[in-house]
């Protein structure tokens, strides 16, 4: 069973154009221990309120869970740098609050900083 402690919030942060980024995650081995992290991180009003949690987990094996959560295409790109690192069983979330503009191709650069601090952090 997790708990509290199992969740790691990043201390880092990226913004552009308004828009704001974080990235969280910890240890999880099947997509129930993905939701009760998520479920975890949204107990903070913060979080609770951002405009997309998107996540990935790669499992021993290679295959990969995932949600985009409305940005569509992040969850994917989470993958590719957990796979990118041979990172199995290790959950990133990458949060976003959106600022009012489009960002274009740069929000995928910016979720893929943001799952590499998790990753180069977590190591």
Known sequence: ???KDD?????WSLTDRG????????RAASKVEVLALLKMLK?????????????????????LLKSDDGEGGAGL???EVLRGA???GVLVIVTRWYGGVHLG????????????A???DFR
């Open 77 to 79: 790109v989470i993958g």
């Open 43 to 63: 107990k903070n009003k913060k979080f609770a309120k951002a405009t997309h949690n998107s996540w990935g987990l790669l499992l021993p094996g290679g295959d």
């Open 105 to 116: 191709g740069d929000r995928f650069r910016h979720v893929r900083s943001a799952a590499q």
């Open 19 to 26: 828009s704001k980024y974080a990235v969280s995650g910890g």
């Open 86 to 88: 041979g990172l199995e």
């Open 7 to 11: 969740l790691h919030i990043l201390e």
């Open 118 to 120: 998790f990753v180069a």
């Open 1 to 3: 069973m997790l708990n």
